[in-house]
């Protein structure tokens, strides 16, 4: 199996389209069509994903499903184009905290839930490493379109795409035009006058936006969160770097946010930082200091976890020394719980950083010691 290429989106085996639809669902197959006619080459998204109010339900049902072929089945007939997954489950409904749908988006409470939605399923769409996603700005109320581009500014990945689907403002919302088709179709204005429809022009713009994924913590890309939480944990890559450990009860926050590591996982980090208040050098595996590299280590595990239980497995462990495979295991493990709990960008600051060459190479903290807070 070919593996796929973030540069070219239609190397992905699921290909996504989620748009944002109220009363102008049309937006949907004109960009499957700008996708499959206009694009080199074709992308044709195998499932289409569409978010609306209840309001707009029956509008996005029309394209979808109806009494008789919807507009989406009509443009997959007509270009001959394989049919994306595209049922009443993919129709998403904007809810409010108690699961009821929306009428609409209207007040300050209806666009908390709205941001909140869009930010889910996005969430959920962008999980899969082997999706590709393509988020429609066109459609949909204003601050809809704007919570779909910055959830996927926040969890988009290289391979996904931010689309604008660009018609003359004349055939805006008519209820016969969807898309161009490949013959000659008069459609006729409420007015009198007509257009044939095979000749309007579609076009299909790319929105660059900037990746801000690898900020975020694993827990929130795996799982479900809300906007302002998301943005929350965005922006932390850029507050101040601070640290707090409690070595009564045995916690550490970094930024803020509570990182949980195991017993011996927690002591390790806890030597370091404390070799950095102390203003102590970065640490190869072999340094000769006294007391020994073991035994710093050691006083540190029962300052924070006392002298009995785990201690004397730990102490048998390290009784001829730290040795390298224990040094990088404790070092790689750190790294492991930090990044997952605040992100890869977030939890560099909070990293042991190499210093000097190999063999050499020694590890410590970068952070400024008034960064510390050791209580």
Known sequence: MTTPDPTQ????????????????????????????????????????????????????????????????????????????????????????????????????????????????????????????????????????????????????????????????????????????????????????????????????????????????????????SSFSATIAAAQRRFDPAQVRLDWQRASLTCGGIPVSMPPVQLAFYAWMLQRRANDLPPIHWTSTETPDLASQFLTVYARLHGQTGSYEQVALALRDGITKAWFDERKSNTHKALRAALGHAAAEVYLLHPHGKKPRTCFGLTLAVSALELV
Request: charged share 20%.
């Open 9 to 224: 989106p239609h190397t992905y085996p699921r290909r996504i389209l989620l748009a944002v639809a109220a009363n102008s669902p049309q937006i949907v197959t004109e960009t499957v069509y700008a996708l499959t006619q206009h694009t080199t080459p074709a992308c044709m998204p195998t499932e289409v994903h569409i978010i609306t109010t209840r309001q707009g339900e029956p509008f996005v049902r029309q394209l979808v499903c109806g009494t008789q072929p919807g507009w989406l089945a009509k443009l997959c007939a007509d270009y001959a184009l394989p049919a994306p997954a595209c049922d009443p489950s993919h129709i998403h409904l904007i809810t409010d905290a108690a699961g009821q749908a929306l009428d609409d988006i209207r007040t300050h409470r209806d666009n908390t839930h709205a941001a909140d939605c869009i930010t889910r399923i996005v969430q959920q769409l962008t999980a899969d490493p082997h999706s590709q996603l393509t988020v429609s700005l066109s459609g949909g109320r204003r601050t809809m379109t704007f919570y779909a581009g910055y959830a996927l500014s926040l969890l988009g990945r290289a391979q996904d795409r931010l689309t604008h689907v660009l018609v003359d403002e004349e055939y805006f919302f008519h209820h016969e035009f969807f898309y161009p088709p490949p013959r000659s179709v008069w459609v006729v204005r409420d007015d009198g006058s007509g257009f044939d429809a095979s000749k309007v022009e579609v076009t299909l713009a790319d929105i660059p936006f900037v990746r801000l994924r690898e900020g975020l913590p694993q827990d929130l890309l795996q799982g479900s």
